[in-house]
């Protein structure tokens, strides 16, 4: 939540507050997972903290500065939905790498007493040989300030040095300014991971062991081996409850007794062999009456009968042929190794491996299981490693963000977000002439890229991370020019090639987005890329970069089937964009705003304005239209042709929104999946007029085709807007309401005050939609 300065919220309501306390208090108490319950708890700390510090005046929530006495550039602790604590989070007791380090100089376990020795030259010395070895990690922002200025003292630029010392003495002892020693040096920078070789190792030795699956094992081995036996004891007989007279049959039969009871007390996963009903629970609650001295009576004698009976009928004699090759069967699905155990094979195989950072060849850790390991373990040699467990060493590949991709281990556009500034924080710190700055710069920019967004008010930006006083004190030291920005567009454009390649039919997320800004400043492109923003925090405002990424719009598809589709004038968006840019901005509390566009969105909305989360989604959305959500801007200022072209990716947009479209049916909660369906929808319309008139041609002349391969109500849901797109490629336009044709023809749009008709249940309809063009 609030990631961005135009995303605000109208409100820090309490009641979240109170909500979210009274989740994980629930959870706390309730949930079967001990991890779970302890995780819970650590929640309900950070919400009364958040609820005791709001109500005394500590926590300013909505503001840039929400904790009394802590500036901006602080790393706070903040809880979901931007919520801060109060506490910062390099704060804290004493880590014990901090610990260790005040025992080895020599002085007190106090922050202040690093902080003073670490300025001294015993101290500088040993930060100038963390920065020539490179074997650090930094978690937060902080943990980069006294390795900076120890930088700038071997630089010669101590006057520099102590403009960052001043404005961390005051915080010296609350705030953690010392980098993490690692036993490795930073990773490759054109590689990145999805999770390091330390956090699959944890997911393995978390996969404990499967219940159901050891119950069934427990079954076939203990249980159905047992019954056998039981069953074969009363076969001897000349027919069920006829016990033989001699002494041998009765004294076998206790000492199946006996076993059942020590079978029982040890293998405990299991509980039907004690179901009166069941089979086995039958033969052997007869067999301890006859063992017993006590004649069956009518009903007991009946049981056992049919109890043999169908055992026989079902599985054959025991040591037929059918009943031997079937036990065979279980006994060899009973051998196979647990998805446990073979985890343990593979959590050995990571051990050894650089802990902090990915693995750069995966396909050693996951080869079957291997004789060596087979003398180890007992597990058999050769045994596939599952795919569920191979899926999460394969989550450590560290490599070009590309090959992830195409790999599968980035499955969404969120998860390249997630991975983005590994790789921009090495294209950003390129600017940085000297190595060893460009190392530290590039762990502080992954670290800052850590910081969760605060919720703000008043349209206020979130901190940024040349604001940190330690980062500012190196600026002068960050390239200029070609040599700089080139590298810069050159990252943005394989960025927003790759984005829009592998999801063409969705947003690209607020995370990657930021990502992308950054890079666009560093390129200095001025290229306007605008955020999402939430339907239930938003102002009613917008600010001015939506109308410059409205004119590259403008600019991109004028006179095209986009502007057509959803009927746009990009010549006045244009003329607004120059006119707006000659006048000053308004400002809405402190930040600017484009008032001109603002009233075009609500215009374009329709009657309601905003306020409702559904009418703050319509003029959000139009927003969104008109500034095609960044996919102009990428290809107007960044230049990106993503391959194999725009006909492909306007195919495979219209896929995703026949699947989702397939997705409403019976959906009792649809309007989410409505909406993805329209914003896929309207980026095949980008896509679709950055084609040829032939490409754009085959692509509708296809599009029947694609619904005939899902459920018939997809094509019958679709009907009203295929028509319309139809008719707007064939040169007509949409009345003011968004339809044409009497009603049969629909323009596809997200968000609505009344009930969505793609949600509606189908009439009955042919296979295939008519073709109105």
């Not at 929530?61 to 009394?68: D, E, F, H, K, L």
Request: charged share 25%; hydrophobic share 40%; aromatic share 6%.
């Amino acid at each position: 939540m609030n990631e961005n300065a135009e995303k605000q919220p109208l409100t820090a309501a309490p009641s979240y507050v109170y909500g979210q306390l009274t989740k994980a208090f629930t959870t706390a108490l309730t949930h079967q997972d001990a991890g779970t319950r302890n995780r819970a708890q650590e929640r309900i700390r950070r919400w009364r903290d958040v609820i005791d510090k709001m109500a005394d005046g500590r926590l300013r929530i909505g503001s840039r500065t929400p904790v009394a006495g802590l500036p901006a550039w602080v790393t706070p602790e903040v809880v979901h939905g931007g919520f801060v604590t109060g506490s910062p989070a390099a704060g804290g007791p004493l880590l014990p790498y901090e610990a260790e380090a005040a025992r080895e100089a020599g002085v007190p376990a106090e922050r202040r007493a690093l902080f003073d020795h670490f300025l001294t030259e015993p101290g500088l010395v040993t930060l100038w040989d963390l920065l020539d070895s490179g074997r650090y990690s930094v978690d937060v922002p902080e943990e980069a300030a006294l390795l900076t200025v120890a930088w700038l003292v071997r630089a010669g630029d101590v006057t520099r040095a102590l403009e960052p010392v001043g404005v961390l003495e005051p915080f010296a002892g609350r705030l953690r300014l010392l980098p993490r020693p690692s036993d490795a040096a930073a990773p490759d920078t054109l590689a990145v991971h999805r999770r390091t070789v330390d956090d699959a190792g944890r997911a393995l030795a978390r996969r404990g062991t499967n219940v159901a699956v050891e119950t069934q094992r427990e079954a076939l081995t203990v249980w159905l081996p047992f019954s056998d036996e039981l069953l074969a004891h009363w076969l001897e007989t000349t027919g069920p409850g006829e016990v033989p007279s001699d002494r041998d049959w009765l004294e076998r039969g206790a000492e199946l007794l006996r076993r059942y009871r020590s079978l029982a007390q040890e293998h405990t996963l299991c509980g039907k062999h004690r179901r009166p009903k069941e089979n086995l629970a039958v033969l052997r609650g007869a067999l301890e009456e006859v063992v017993a001295g006590l004649p069956l009576d009518a009903r007991r004698l009946g049981l056992l009968r049919h109890a043999v009976a169908s055992m026989v009928r079902k599985r054959g004699t025991p040591g037929s042929r059918a009943h031997t090759a079937l036990r065979r069967q279980q006994a060899e699905q009973a051998a196979l190794p647990s998805h446990h155990a073979l985890a343990q094979v593979v959590l050995r195989r990571l051990t050894g491996l650089p802990p902090h950072v990915g693995a750069a060849d995966v396909a050693p850790l996951v080869t079957p299981v291997t004789l060596h390991e087979y003398r180890d373990t007992g597990l058999p040699a050769g045994t596939e490693i599952p795919a569920a467990i191979r899926q999460v060493v394969e989550g450590a590949l560290s490599a070009p963000i590309g090959t992830l991709v195409e790999r599968g281990v980035v499955p969404s556009a969120e998860v390249l977000a997630e991975l983005v500034p590994q790789l921009v924080a090495a294209t950003t710190a390129q600017a940085y002439e000297e190595e060893s700055l460009r190392t530290l710069m590039a762990a502080a920019y992954r670290a800052f890229r850590n910081r969760r967004s605060l919720l703000l008010l008043d349209l206020e930006r979130q901190v940024r991370i040349e604001e940190l006083p330690w980062v500012q004190a190196v600026a002068d030291r960050r390239g200029n020019g070609p040599a700089t920005e080139e590298p810069a567009l050159a990252a943005l454009r394989q960025l927003g090639e790759l984005a829009v390649r592998a999801f063409p039919g969705t947003l690209l997320p607020n995370p990657l987005v930021r990502e992308l800004g950054v890079l666009a400043r560093q390129a200095d492109l001025g290229a306007p890329l605008v955020e999402e923003l939430a339907a239930d925090i938003f102002m009613g405002t917008f600010g001015p970069k939506f109308l410059r990424a409205a004119r590259d719009a403008a600019e991109l598809l004028r006179g095209t089937l986009y502007e057509r589709y959803y009927g746009i004038n990009y010549a006045v968006v244009r003329n607004m964009a120059i006119a707006e840019t000659g006048e000053a901005l308004t400002r809405s509390y402190g930040a600017r705003t484009s008032p001109g566009f603002t009233r075009l969105c609500t215009e374009r909305a329709g009657p309601g304005g905003h306020g409702s989360v559904a009418a703050n989604g319509k003029v959000i959305e139009q927003a969104q239209i008109l500034t095609t959500h960044n996919l102009a801007t990428l290809v107007l200022r960044a230049g990106i042709l993503p391959e194999p072209g725009w006909e492909d990716l306007a195919r495979r947009c219209f896929h995703s929104v026949c699947v989702l479209t397939t997705r409403v049916h019976g959906n009792p909660r649809p309007l989410g999946t409505i909406k993805d369906a329209a914003y896929a929808w309207r980026q095949m319309l980008f896509h679709l007029s950055l084609c040829t008139a032939d490409e754009q041609q085959r692509v509708l002349d296809g599009l029947d085709d694609e619904t005939a391969r899902h459920p018939r109500h997809v094509a019958a849901r679709l009907a009203p807007a295929l028509a319309g797109l139809r008719l707007v490629a064939a040169g007509a336009t949409f009345d003011a309401d968004g339809t044409a044709d009497t009603g049969r023809a629909r323009r596809l749009l997200a968000w609505t005050t009344t009930p969505h008709w793609l949600g509606a249940n189908p009439l009955p309809t042919s296979r295939h939609t008519p073709d109105h063009g």
